[in-house]
């Protein structure tokens, strides 16, 4: 096993795990490099598995009610944690304030408190005193560095001359940053050199070597962070292969996502994440999805570049019906379609590497 960046968390999740406001927990328990993860808090599933309540695989992560049970149950497995982080992700982006006892509570124990949410921590100075008191510290992902800090478009993407993919997405909270990392493995286990590109908080908390946070990013320098990562990742690293994961998508109403990515990571390709069962923008109700065949139609009219893949959220399926949803769509719209977290992406792999340049 890899050695984790930052050491062992426990992850805060209350009343959100296994839904679309816990996709940070989800992600985070799916994989990290930044962590090790030794339990998740959500008393609605107290006592379970975190991998078996999510994917019906046990991966020995367990829940806990609350952090009083964690830190016993934690302490006496000799398996505490060096930090506190927080897996939700509400519309908004906003901490409840029911969570404050919690950071609390872990920071009077000395363990560090991650949040990538836009109320910041830091800005708290009875959470920052206590931190300072215990040793410890308090990071805030979104917290969007010094102006002078920040990168401006350049030009230089134009000189990236490995292929690049965008894991664009139809709606927010689908699961496109799990498929980017997905097939970053699946790249790599296949041979090929592939990078993964961040453009949110989770994907840096999973160890995202090269990210930036573009929903919390002044906007004159969304195009030019977006680009300076792409850019470090192909000269750093020389790739293969690099990923760009996604943000909401063109049409949702409040993170329409995806501009900044297609205008300055300038992909060769699209990869397009559907959930086929999802009718209404996630959070949105009254606010009908467009259909994919006009969300495909605008990325390639905006990019001038193809959709070639299709990669299907399985959310409200049953097993025997994912298959023929993705016969469904490729019959639709003429593109291969993909479960890669059901079934794995391999067969994605093989096609794409007809695109390597």
């Not at 328990?29 to 959500?42: A, C, S």
């Not at 997905?182 to 840096?204: D, S």
């Not at 205008?263 to 009908?288: C, M, N, S, T, W």
């Not at 893949?309 to 291969?336: F, R, S, W, Y």
Request: net charge neutral; charged share 25%; proline share 4%.
């Amino acid at each position: 096993m890899k050695k984790p960046i930052d050491g062992k968390a426990l992850v805060y999740c209350q009343g959100a795990f296994n839904t679309p406001n816990g996709k940070t927990a989800h992600g985070l328990v799916r994989f990290t490099e930044r962590y090790q993860i030794v339990g998740v808090i959500d008393s609605n599933y107290a006592g379970k598995d975190a991998g078996e309540v999510l994917d019906g695989v046990k991966n020995g992560i367990p829940i806990f009610k609350n952090i009083a049970e964690a830190a016993e149950k934690l302490f006496i497995a000799k398996n505490l944690p060096q930090y506190l982080v927080i897996g939700l992700a509400p519309d908004g982006g906003r901490l409840p304030k029911s969570a404050k006892e919690t950071i609390i509570n872990a920071l009077e124990m000395g363990w560090n408190v991650d949040s990538g949410l836009h109320d910041f921590l830091t800005n708290d100075k009875k959470l920052v005193d206590l931190a300072t008191k215990n040793g410890c510290k308090i990071r805030d992902i979104r917290k969007t560095p010094d102006r002078d800090q920040l990168h401006f478009f350049t030009g230089d993407i134009e000189k990236v001359d490995c292929l690049k993919l965008a894991v664009l997405g139809t709606d927010s909270a689908l699961g496109k940053r799990t498929t980017a990392w997905i097939l970053v493995h699946a790249f790599r286990k296949a041979g090929l050199k592939a990078e993964m590109v961040g453009t949110g908080q989770t994907a840096w908390m999973q160890g995202a070597k090269y990210s930036m946070v573009m929903d919390s990013c002044i906007n004159d320098f969304v195009s030019g962070e977006i680009e300076h990562a792409v850019v470090s990742a192909y000269k750093n690293e020389n790739p293969d292969v690099i990923i760009i994961e996604g943000q909401g998508s063109l049409m949702n109403p409040a993170y329409p996502g995806g501009f900044e990515i297609l205008a300055a990571g300038r992909p060769d390709y699209v990869i397009l994440q559907h959930a086929p069962k999802r009718e209404e923008y996630d959070g949105f109700p009254g606010y009908k999805l467009h259909s994919i065949d006009q969300q495909i139609k605008a990325i390639e009219v905006i990019s001038n570049k193809k959709v070639v893949a299709i990669t299907v959220n399985h959310e409200n399926m049953t097993d025997d019906e994912i298959l023929p949803a993705c016969q469904a769509l490729e019959k639709q719209t003429g593109i291969p379609t993909f479960d890669v977290l059901k079934y794995g992406a391999a067969p994605l792999i093989d096609h794409l590497k007809k695109y390597l340049k």
